[in-house]
């Protein structure tokens, strides 16, 4: 990786209670979170979305960003049905890059009809 990069682990699984909910995020083994923040000064670039459930019905996952006046959605994913077992896995290259600021957060929000385990990775790195 070049220099000044950092590669970023970043993981969401949960079993879904609403049909619209914030999937909580973990950053480098940190505590889960329902956002993380982008800190001036830095930029975070996701490479790839990776979505999964194990619902019948489709999920839809919108990767989202906050500067301050309100989220709103840079990506949409959609996870067609699928069995119940295995896991459906999907695997999109993004190339999502997102401006810190003293504000700026990203989230990971999905539609689903609850309850239905849903899982997040987002493939990225953080650089200066």
Do not use: W
């Not at 309850?115 to 990225?124: D, G, I």
């Amino acid at each position: 990786m070049a220099e000044g990069k950092t590669v970023r682990s970043i993981t969401g699984r949960q079993v879904t209670v609403a049909p619209s909910e914030a999937v909580l995020l973990t950053v480098d083994g940190a505590a889960p979170a329902a956002s993380i923040a982008v800190p001036a000064g830095t930029t975070l670039v996701i490479g790839d979305v990776i979505v999964g459930t194990t619902g019948p019905g489709n999920a839809i996952f919108h990767v989202e960003q906050d500067n301050g006046p309100g989220f709103y959605a840079i990506a949409h994913i959609e996870s067609p049905p699928g069995p119940s077992a295995p896991t459906t896995h999907m695997q999109y290259g993004t190339g999502l890059v997102v401006n810190g600021g003293p504000s700026t957060v990203v989230r990971v929000r999905v539609e689903t009809v609850a309850p239905e385990l849903v899982l997040v990775t987002l493939r990225s790195y953080t650089e200066p």
